[in-house]
């Protein structure tokens, strides 16, 4: 899809639509908050802030560039507000766009998970070859969906579901399978039958359009099948699936074009990311070619990472426990901070909405260093004490 005129005005639902498609809301964690938490959907949008978090430094360039969206990976947003007050700090941010007329729209787990999330760019970035999700099939609440139709109308509900944002797996949409067979009815005397009479048993042509939807698009998708579907009572089945997955998954895994010695691999990951600082545990005999990869807090996955094959695993949060494990395992975990891997997927949300909607956005990435800092004796923040 090509660049949106400005003249044709930009909303905040319309930045919310260009993102779904890459980074679907509804494949979030049950747990999270995503979507467009805060502002009207309708309100126009021509400059964007794109930042980790809704932190003092991100709220003060707010006050500043007066931007009419400001698009974050953690939620602005998490548990339900019982107030929203500046001396909150649940809230504050929150209390301080809404007063400023800034939009925000959240993009955290469905960004993790995305075909080309979070891991994915990091992975990118340190120049990864081969690049594929560490756990593929995200974790999710996919359902199936199976649509009874007439054959000259299952494009029609396609259309519907795929409008409801079903029908998706990973990086393809409009994803159904399509059997024949034949639908039998006996419509009472009082039916307005699509095909057939009342009181008449009938046999029509039809067809079983199957398709995934993630449970909490279901009312949604449902809605649209029956406003689409010529039936007065369109047959339709939805049931949840085991372990059903929607595409994309969980971190992502690579190789370098050639092995090299640990401290080689972490010089470069470390010029490649700058990241705040890189923690490791484990010395690690070989020579380090494959690389597995979960930014923000993901060093429950090293097992994961081990089965995959990797030399090195780059994660975040690592925690004592975890680092013992790994000190005395053969694969060595480079921790390099939270939000110093998290930060790359800021200029993938801005190629997003740059590829969208072109020069009628004026977008700007924000990027800040790790909250935590190193403090060294005899040294100083901004350089060694005399």
């Not at 707010?62 to 001396?87: A, G, Q």
């Not at 970035?125 to 995200?138: A, Q, T, Y």
Request: hydrophobic share 45%; proline share 7%; charged share 25%.
């Amino acid at each position: 899809m090509g660049e949106v005129s400005p003249r044709a005005g930009i909303t905040v639902r319309d930045a919310w639509r260009a993102l779904d498609e890459h980074f679907p809301f509804a494949h979030r964690a049950d747990w999270d908050n995503v979507g467009i938490l805060l502002g009207d959907p309708d309100a126009p949008v021509r400059s964007v802030l794109v930042a980790l978090d809704a932190t003092p430094s991100v709220l003060a360039l707010c006050r500043k560039t007066r931007p009419d969206l400001l698009l974050t990976h953690h939620p602005v947003i998490h548990s339900p507000l019982k107030s929203l007050r500046p001396d909150d700090g649940s809230s504050a941010a929150a209390f301080a766009l809404a007063g400023m007329g800034t939009a925000v729209i959240s993009a955290h787990t469905n960004a993790d998970v995305a075909p080309r999330g979070v891991s994915w760019a990091v992975a990118r970035r340190i120049g990864l070859s081969g690049i594929r999700p560490l756990l593929p099939g995200e974790p999710s609440d996919a359902c199936k969906v199976a649509v009874f139709v007439p054959p000259d109308a299952a494009e029609r509900v396609l259309d519907a579901i795929d409008g409801a944002g079903g029908a998706r797996i990973g990086a393809y949409s409009r994803c159904s399978f399509r059997t024949a067979g034949t639908g039998t009815f006996l419509p009472a005397e009082d039916a307005r039958p699509y095909l057939g009479v009342p009181g008449r048993e009938e046999r029509v042509e039809e067809m079983r359009l199957e398709t995934v939807v993630a449970r909490g698009l279901m009312p949604k998708v449902l809605a649209a099948v029956r406003a689409a579907h010529p039936y007065e009572e369109p047959a339709i089945d939805a049931y949840p699936l085991a372990g059903g997955a929607l595409g994309g998954g969980v971190g992502a895994v690579g190789d370098r074009k050639a092995a090299v010695s640990l401290e080689v691999a972490l010089e470069e990951i470390y010029a490649r990311i700058r990241p705040s600082w890189i923690r490791v545990a484990g010395t690690g005999k070989r020579k380090v070619r494959r690389i597995a990869v979960v930014a923000g807090s993901g060093s429950e996955f090293a097992r994961a990472a081990s089965e995959a094959g990797a030399d090195l695993f780059v994660t975040g949060d690592m925690k004592y426990h975890q680092a013992l494990e790994a000190a005395a395992g053969d694969m060595p975990v480079a921790d390099v901070g939270h939000g110093s891997a998290e930060k790359w997927i800021l200029p993938e949300f801005r190629r997003v909405l740059a590829g969208r909607f072109g020069k009628g956005l004026a977008i700007r990435v924000f990027m800040e260093k790790e909250p935590l800092w190193m403090f060294h004796p005899g040294e100083r923040r901004g350089g060694k004490s005399d």
